[in-house]
Structure formats: C-alpha cells, structure tokens
C-alpha cells in the first residue's frame, strides 16, 4: 500500500507509483540561507508557519473582506494548486490523468499540508460524473484553529480545498470544485470533502451527506 496515502485496494497500485515519482523530487530539498533560498529538485520554494498562513490570514483577509475570507483563500489555494500540477506534469512527463491526479494527494502530504484519504464513493470518471470524496487528516488548517481555541461553527479548511480542486481540474481538465462538508476544527471526527464538476456538487454533497449521515 502507499505510505502518503490511504485509498481503496484498487488504486494502491495508482498511488504507488505517484509516490515513487515524486517522493525523489522532494528529497532533493536544498537550503541556502546565504543566498535567501530554499528549492526542491532545484525550483525556488518558501516556508510559511502553518498557523500564520490558517489562521492569522484568515483574521486578515476577514477584516477587510469580511465572510468573504474564505473564499479569498480557497481561491489563492486553487491557484497554487492549478499551478503546482501543471509544474509537475511538465517536470515529469506525465501524461496520464489518473497518474497526474494521483500525484497531487502525495506532493500534498510532502508540503505538510495533511494526508489524503481517499473514500470508496470516488469516481475518476473524466466527465461529469467525475467524483472525489475524501478526508484530511492531519491538517495544518484544521490543527492551528484548534491549537488557538478558536470557536468554529463552520469548516476552516478553505486552502486545502482550493488546492485539490485545482490540482485535480488541471490533471482531468475539468472544472472542478471542492466543498469540505466536516471538519475537526468544529468537533468532526474528520475533515471530509466531496469534488465534483461545479454544476454537479450541490446535488453531490447532499448525497454524500444523506450516505454517511451528516
Ligand atoms: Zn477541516
């Protein structure tokens, strides 16, 4: 089985070999602090502490832009999700659409952004029937609300949704949106989310919900 993520039997082998083509990119990390530069298999990246870029942003952003926030970050994760996927499929060559989604939860898991747990329900289905339920646990969003005490009354994991849907409309070319449907955060045993095509998630999300009484 592979190591970064948890997914059903039928696509271990998938995530297998997602894993063993990005895991040696990420252990080539490199840091020159004389030069002001941290880079991985040589491309230029940057640090931030989790709970500025949770927590402390949302506060921000919410000041000005008020219950608005959340979509701000969700938006600016879809953009470096989107933008991270079309890096790595062009460093890799990889031209599968599954092989390309699969590489998006394991490069998720070596950013320290969370695992990824993919649930039966997902349907790689490259149309409008694609759909992905998944969890995340162990997320730095969900971590850094709990570990400031914050109340929460609604899910907080707005950059992580934003970078698996934009990581998965670049590897299957689909629109697609990411909804997290529990949250730990708000006392959930688990950080769901449900991706589908945007004209398809309202009625996906009320049917995961009704499967797994939510
Ligand atoms: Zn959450």
Redesign the pocket.
């Known amino acids: 089985m592979p190591r970064y993520v948890d997914c059903p039997p039928e696509l271990a082998s998938l995530f297998n070999e997602a894993e063993d083509i990005i895991t040696p990119l990420f252990w080539d990390f490199k840091r020159d602090p004389e030069k002001g530069a941290i880079t991985v298999s040589s491309e230029r990246y940057v640090i931030y502490r989790g709970n500025s870029m949770a927590v402390a942003l949302r506060h921000q952003l919410e000041s000005v832009l008020g219950p608005g926030a959340g979509v701000a970050i969700y938006q600016i994760g879809k953009a470096t999700g989107a933008a991270d996927a079309r890096y790595y499929f062009e460093k890799t060559g990889i031209q599968d659409q599954e092989l390309k989604l699969a590489m998006g939860p394991v490069i998720f898991a070596l950013g320290g952004y969370a695992t990824v747990k993919i649930l039966p329900e997902s349907a790689l289905i490259p149309n409008e029937d694609f759909l992905l339920v998944y969890d ?1 646990p162990n ?1 730095y ?2 971590e850094a609300h709990i570990k400031a005490g914050l109340p929460v009354n609604k ?3 707005f950059l992580n949704a934003g970078y698996s849907a934009g990581w998965c409309s670049e590897a299957f070319n689909l629109k697609l949106e990411a909804k ?1 449907i ?4 708000m006392g959930d045993s688990q ?1 769901r989310f449900v991706m589908a095509p945007c004209s398809q998630l309202r009625n996906r999300v009320k049917e995961i919900k009704a499967k797994y009484s939510l």
């Not at 529990?182 to 955060?185: G, Y």
């Open positions: 995340h997320s969003e969900a899910p907080v994991d997290e529990t949250c730990i955060a950080c």
